[in-house]
């Protein structure tokens, strides 16, 4: 399974938590796994990017601090926990793979990953 499975979207009300799960084979995790976001109307977003150990994790600027990406041990699962949920967070929530095992300078630019998921959409609406 090259290409990674999004789940955990759904609706929450503003302040609150929903976490997102990508999940795809060893090989696609051998490399840093992107998260990125599109809401309607918008361009896509990038979120955040995690290294292939976990090691590294770098973020955009309108979720540091609320948003925190995680691996699993096995590493076939790669996490965003998405805290304090605004009304600018609603979107449909891609990861994508790397074409390399770290996050570089780049790793904004969604030219820089190859196999992307086919999203999870997040609503926030009291």
């Known amino acids: 399974q090259l290409q990674p499975v999004e789940s955990g979207g759904g609706l929450v009300q503003p302040g609150g938590s929903l976490r997102l799960s990508c999940t795809a084979s060893?090989?696609?995790?051998?490399?840093?796994i992107g998260w990125f976001r599109q809401a309607p109307g918008k361009e896509r977003e990038a979120i955040s990017c995690?290294?292939?150990?976990?090691?590294?994790?770098i973020y955009a600027d309108p979720v540091k601090g609320r948003f925190t990406t995680s691996r699993d041990s096995a590493k076939t699962t790669v996490y965003l926990q998405m805290n304090s949920l605004e009304p600018e967070d609603p979107a449909i929530y891609y990861c994508?793979?790397?074409?390399?095992?770290?996050?570089?300078?780049?790793?904004?630019?969604?030219?820089?990953?190859?196999?992307w998921g086919q999203g999870t959409q997040v609503t926030v609406s009291s």
């Open positions: 995690i290294s292939n150990d976990g090691g590294f994790q």
């Open positions: 060893a090989f696609t995790m051998y490399y840093a």
């Open positions: 994508a793979r790397g074409t390399q095992k770290w996050c570089g300078d780049s790793w904004y630019r969604g030219d820089g990953y190859t196999f």
